[in-house]
């Protein structure tokens, strides 16, 4: 599992980052979620890279309700701006990424799964809807939701990298 | 056909019956403010998958490196010793830390990582004979139409002096590691490749996952410190034959 779990994990890391915000919160949540991955039983008929990301965010939700981080970040922009303290933010344009912060804090936890799934991941929809145990309809719907949403606020926020 | 936010959505993803996808293709050709929409919801996509591709450049914590590393010790019933740190510390220095990050591939192409030795034997002379004289950080052009970039200088657990270098050739890149063995003029042999491939607008380059498995191979080969480019230039005018102090 060592190898696979080792070719997926940019792909889960980069996703625990969109669900977090923040890059130390999404490593301490893809470690929990390698921690979990390797101590549990893998489940008979379950793809390795559904199981990580369905374990990924089952992790990431049970953490939101107990520190309701989300919320905070959604409503104080500058707090989630305030934790990336990573030097590669010297290198990187802050406007552009203050702006993608932002627009994404508009989302809702749902909409911003499915971005961080479809667009980032580029996972097809039936294999979307299994993860979130959605039908594909719903998928469907609420990302172009989401779209429109992100379009909108970034849209509005004017400037491109 | 009217075409709504959700099909045109759909749209992008690919995920429209393959007639809908023919008729919006259509539709797309003489709708100006449709293929506008487009565009906006594509840039979306681009500019959060830029975003969240920046957590690539932070090294793996060491937490879950250590779980990984025990985990593949469970499975393979063997020790992989674990490098110490001081390589990632030291690329995270300014000058280092430029090499880290262009460790890079085009967005969405599939990356192949491969132990054996990926190069021709007839290119690899050639290749073996720069890896002998380039100095880390400065493009080589070879004879056959290749580029060779040097990164890094470092010690094996075998005592050996090994090179991680970029070799590019005709829309292919490789992120390669050779280590120098024996005295003969063979010298240099190759020893781990992840090959990725290029062709893609600088602007749109993000860190590859090949990047990580080289980093997890550097992670399990890397004794004691980088050469630094002082020892660097006396290796290499040394013919590589003494120790890096």
Aim: proline content about 4%; aromatic content about 6%.
């Amino acid at each position: 599992m060592h190898d696979e779990l080792m070719a997926i994990l940019p792909g889960l890391r980069r996703f625990a980052f969109s669900l977090t915000g923040s890059m130390s919160d999404a490593d301490d949540l893809l470690q929990n979620t390698v921690e979990r991955l390797l101590s549990r039983e893998r489940p008979a008929d379950a793809d390795l890279l559904k199981w990580a990301f369905r374990v990924c965010r089952n992790l990431w939700i049970d953490e939101c309700r107990a520190r309701k981080v989300r919320q905070q970040a959604a409503t104080q922009p500058e707090l989630a701006e305030g934790q990336w303290v990573d030097g590669e933010r010297a290198a990187r344009s802050q406007l552009e990424w203050f702006q993608v912060d932002a627009a994404m804090a508009t989302l809702t936890e749902d909409q911003r799964q499915l971005i961080a799934l479809v667009a980032m991941q580029g996972m097809s929809y039936d294999e979307v809807a299994e993860i979130l145990a959605v039908p594909k309809g719903t998928v469907m719907s609420r990302l172009a939701r989401a779209r429109a949403a992100l379009a909108g606020a970034l849209g509005k926020a004017g400037v491109r990298s | 056909m009217q075409i709504n936010e959700e099909m045109l959505s759909a749209f992008l993803d690919g995920e429209l019956p393959p007639a809908e996808m023919a008729a919006i293709r259509q539709q797309l050709q003489s709708d100006v403010a449709l293929a506008d929409r487009l565009a906006e919801l594509a840039a979306v996509d681009e500019r959060v998958r830029r975003r969240y591709a920046a957590i690539d450049e932070r090294p793996l914590p060491e937490s879950v490196k250590r779980l990984l590393s025990a985990e593949r010790q469970g499975a393979k019933g063997h020790v992989v010793p674990l490098a110490p740190s001081s390589w990632r510390t030291r690329l995270q220095r300014p000058i280092s830390y430029a090499v880290a990050a262009a460790l890079v591939v085009g967005f969405g192409l599939g990356q192949m990582f491969d132990r054996t030795a990926p190069t021709e034997p007839s290119n690899w002379t050639v290749i073996a004979g720069a890896l002998e004289t380039a100095v880390s950080g400065e493009r080589v052009p070879l004879s056959s139409g290749t580029q060779l970039l040097p990164r890094l200088v470092f010690i094996n657990s075998s005592g050996e002096f090994c090179r991680q270098y970029q070799l590019q050739q005709t829309g292919e890149i490789h992120e390669q590691i050779a280590c120098r063995r024996g005295s003969d003029p063979a010298h240099w042999q190759p020893v781990a490749s992840v090959q990725v491939m290029g062709g893609v607008d600088a602007d749109r380059y993000q860190l590859a996952s090949g990047a990580q498995l080289l980093d997890a191979v550097l992670d399990q080969m890397i004794v004691g410190d980088l050469i630094t480019p002082a020892q660097e230039r006396r290796l290499r005018e040394s013919n590589w034959s003494m120790a890096g102090d």
